[in-house]
């Protein structure tokens, strides 16, 4: 009998954890994702159940890669598993990242530059030189110990938006007389400021598309059409986007249904993987 009770407990339980995370999916869906049908299994960035939290925080990823809060380096696989029957396993590298620029170059704690996994044309995890053209420019933009991430918003003009560790996002313009000249920081100004966010710890743009976004360590704000009903409806009629707080993906981040948000990817808790 003992046997049988705890069994139907069980099996509400399953059901109740059940139907709460078909509501994410389903809320995540109808606020615009789509959900993958691959799972994501990787036991040291997936909590291993509701009461315990993931060994590492994913701080960002594109996909192939991801950094953790404290600066380590997974490699990532968002079909097939890897031979450990997971889709992730760790890179070996000694060096924390402390900062990175988009996609392709990290920052490690040794003040060094690193091309970032993934990057074309260049061997992964090795130290970015003086050779390299653009080696100035890093050195601008990552050099400062304050700077946590840079987004390319437009080379040829020089713009770049810069999170430090102040919680601000600035936009850092980047100017030079000539090809031969050095680069300089001819302007920094705030974009996305703490005092109406809140402490800002990681942010993307993209235009306006959802892929932009804002994330403090309470709330999340995205990029969504004011007018989505009707220029949806017409053709005549241009979407008006704004930055806007998001409450259902807020409740889930800080119920850590959501354990990453990121420019095209979110991950849950329970192993589903929603694109943008």
Do not use: W
Request: aromatic share 14%.
């Amino acid at each position: 009998m003992k046997k049988m009770y705890f069994m139907i407990g069980l099996s509400l339980v399953t059901i109740l954890l059940t139907g709460c995370n078909g509501n994410v999916t389903r809320n995540l869906r109808h606020a615009g994702f789509t959900l993958s049908s691959e799972e994501f299994s990787c036991s040291t960035l997936l909590p291993a159940d509701k009461d315990t939290k993931p060994t590492d925080t994913i701080l960002y990823s594109n996909g192939s890669y991801a950094i953790t809060e404290d600066g380590k380096l997974y490699e990532l696989s968002l079909s097939q598993p890897y031979s450990n029957n997971e889709n992730c396993k760790k890179i070996s590298f000694s060096v924390n990242i402390t900062a990175y620029m988009d996609d392709s170059v990290l920052k490690g704690e040794d003040n060094k530059f690193y091309y970032a996994p993934g990057t074309t044309n260049t061997s992964p995890l090795t130290e970015v030189t003086a050779n390299d053209s653009n080696y100035q420019l890093y050195t601008l933009l990552l050099g400062n110990t304050q700077v946590k991430k840079v987004v390319t918003i437009d080379s040829n003009a020089g713009i770049y938006y810069v999170l430090e560790d102040d919680g601000n996002v600035y936009q850092y313009t980047i100017t030079r007389q000539d090809y031969n000249a050095p680069y300089t920081l001819s302007e920094k100004k705030i974009v996305y400021e703490k005092n109406k966010y809140g402490e800002i710890i990681d942010f993307n743009y993209a235009g306006e598309s959802l892929s932009t976004y804002i994330k403090t360590k309470t709330k999340l704000y995205r990029m969504q059409a004011t007018n989505a009903e009707e220029c949806s409806k017409y053709a005549d009629v241009a979407c008006k986007y704004k930055m806007k707080y998001d409450e259902t993906l807020t409740e889930y981040y800080n119920d850590n249904k959501i354990i990453y948000y990121g420019p095209s990817i979110i991950l849950t808790d329970y192993g589903k993987q929603f694109t943008s």
